[in-house]
């Protein structure tokens, strides 16, 4: 008497070598895509320095020299002013001596 076996599904091995293959990139793929990652919030933030730095100096030159600390010295002010809250998205203060902004 011949049976023949419907031979379906992975085994164990074929399973094992798939995960540890899928593991293996994982490992090489995860710290160059944290590096990209932040490397782009980095340029992110530069940008938004140089936009608000841009936005105080056109901020001062609208106002009179008195005026300048209370309308150009916070990122409130600046938005008061015209200025969108995108351009200035995560300045913390404002140098209105130097005109640079952190």
């Known amino acids: 008497m011949n049976v023949k076996k419907n031979k379906s599904g992975f085994t164990l091995t074929e399973i094992l070598i798939v995960l540890v293959v899928a593991g293996v990139l994982l490992a090489l793929i995860l710290p160059n895509s944290v590096k990209a990652i932040?490397?782009?919030?980095?340029?992110?933030?530069?940008?938004?320095i140089a936009s608000c730095e841009a936005a105080v100096v056109m901020c001062m030159g609208e106002v009179t020299v008195a005026n300048r600390a209370a309308s150009c010295g916070t990122v409130a002010a600046l938005t008061q002013n015209g200025f969108t809250k995108s351009n200035i998205q995560g300045i913390t203060s404002i140098d209105i001596a130097t005109g640079k902004c952190q």
């Open 38 to 48: 932040n490397k782009g919030n980095t340029v992110a933030s530069n940008a938004n």
